[in-house]
């Protein structure tokens, strides 16, 4: 199939070059000349661990709407959907791609746009009457993506399932003839109408939010009752209606995926009078946790952060990605700054401007007379520092590490006064 991309970000590129993997002709358009120039070096403007194998000179990287070939059958549109201030989605780079498609295709081109970008449900069918209203013959269909950035080649390959909307039966052949090659590996072929696949989206990445949200609940009574959670999400994970996945405690969940989705989902609700009571809930216990961790960090450090020298492990919201966007590293860092606290902080991959930041080059560095360190970021770079040579550079040997990565006894040990979560 000859396909086209509109967004080459961490959805876009992953999936474009994955389809041009699996065999078919792949344009990939974006607005941001810089990324398109870089992509044509073959260089990736994205960190996403094993892409780099996958990325192919047959692949043609565009920034102009022009240069789409007349011949594409199938577009993609995977441009960013960031949360307005409301809450709700911002849909204009969804709805500014369909007017420059339209602009540049004519209204007689009648390839099937498939919205991969996550939009609230009822926007495809928007989108659909948007098109009609344009006398433009392109069709509409939907297929969400479920790329955990980090993992996201991995899960191109290996989904759970793919999941596609349609508003008329023919569309399928197209989707069908996109997914071949994992339709023949069995990998389950959801087809459903465009709202209900646009809203499986939200609700899986709600649910999955709603799931990190209990453990973390369940890690604060645990500190309180002396239980400890890894333990008790082992015993309750081996129920298989629960699932082992995604029970680790840490300092909450971020990304442009999960606090976006479940923010628009409880918007959608609110706008359709239903409660949504769930949603609100899970997201007001998250964005209470990073000032949840700085009264964990503050109590380590005797109730004071003001002048206190903090070495924050990790930038990024979670381990092996560069994206820091909604990172509950970044939420911390800031908090701490409120508190008079100084920061230096290292991360192997991502990096931020924050002001007042010390960015260290190595894990060592940061600590160098710090009074406390941070682990806030799981990297595994981090289970392996000299921990002996840290004591003697530490100013405090107090170690709070978010995301129970260490071994406690070792580092008590050693001297450390050492803090997890939910232990
Ligand atoms: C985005 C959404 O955030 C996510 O909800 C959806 O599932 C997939 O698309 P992501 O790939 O992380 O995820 O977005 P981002 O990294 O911001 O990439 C979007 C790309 O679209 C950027 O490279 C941007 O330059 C490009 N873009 C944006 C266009 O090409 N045209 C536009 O009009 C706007
Ligand atoms: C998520 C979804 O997993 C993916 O299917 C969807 O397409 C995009 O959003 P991503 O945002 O890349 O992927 O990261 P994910 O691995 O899901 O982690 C999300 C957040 O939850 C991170 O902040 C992570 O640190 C946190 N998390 C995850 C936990 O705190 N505990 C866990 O057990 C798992």
Not at 190 to 213: C, G, H, M, Q, R
Request: charge should be negative; include cysteine; aromatic fraction near 8%.
């Amino acid at each position: 199939m000859n396909i086209t991309f509109i967004g080459t970000g961490y959805v876009g590129l992953v999936s474009g070059v994955m389809m041009s993997y699996f065999g078919h002709n792949v344009t990939c358009l974006d607005t941001n000349s810089t990324k398109i120039a870089q992509l044509k070096s073959s260089t990736l403007p994205i960190y996403e661990p094993e892409l780099e194998k996958y990325l192919t000179p047959a692949i043609k990287f565009i920034d102009h709407y022009r240069d789409i070939p007349s011949d594409t059958e199938a577009i993609f549109i995977t441009v960013g959907t960031p949360s307005l201030p409301s809450g709700q989605a911002d849909l204009s780079y969804v709805f500014a791609a369909a007017d420059n498609l339209i602009g540049h295709l004519g209204t007689s081109n009648d390839s099937l746009i498939v919205v991969k970008s996550t939009v609230p449900p009822g926007t495809c069918n928007k989108l659909q009457s948007y098109l009609a209203a344009k006398n433009s013959k392109l069709k509409i269909a939907t297929n969400p993506e479920f790329l955990r950035e980090g993992m996201a080649v991995k899960d191109f390959l290996n989904p759970d399932r793919v999941i596609v909307g349609i508003n008329n039966r023919e569309d399928l052949k197209i989707l069908e003839a996109l997914y071949k090659p994992l339709i023949k590996k069995n990998i389950p072929f959801v087809v459903s109408d465009l709202i209900t696949a646009e809203t499986i989206k939200y609700a899986s990445n709600s649910f999955l939010a709603a799931k990190i949200a209990f453990i973390n609940e369940m890690a604060d009574l645990c500190e309180i009752i002396g239980a400890d959670i890894e333990k008790l999400a082992y015993g309750i994970g081996l129920d298989h209606r629960i699932g082992k996945d995604f029970l680790k405690a840490g300092p909450g969940f971020g990304g442009s995926c999960f606090p976006k989705d479940i923010l628009a989902l409880a918007t959608l609700t609110k706008d359709c009078k239903v409660d949504g009571l769930i949603l609100n809930a899970v997201i007001t216990a998250n964005e209470r946790r990073p000032g949840n961790m700085i009264n964990k960090i503050s109590t380590a450090l005797g109730g004071s952060l003001a002048n206190k020298k903090i070495a924050v492990l990790g930038l990024a919201f979670k381990a092996g990605t560069d994206d820091v966007r909604s990172s509950p590293a970044i939420e911390i860092i800031k908090l701490l700054q409120e508190r008079q606290a100084n920061i230096v902080a290292y991360d192997p991959i991502a990096t931020t401007d924050l002001t007042g930041v010390m960015i260290a080059d190595s894990p060592i560095e940061a600590c160098n007379g710090a009074d406390a360190l941070v682990i806030v970021t799981e990297w595994q770079e981090f289970e392996r520092l000299d921990f002996e040579h840290i004591h003697k550079i530490m100013k405090n040997r107090v170690i709070i590490d978010l995301r129970n990565m260490l071994d406690s006894r070792v580092l008590a040990a050693m001297g450390f006064e050492y803090y997890g979560v939910g232990k």
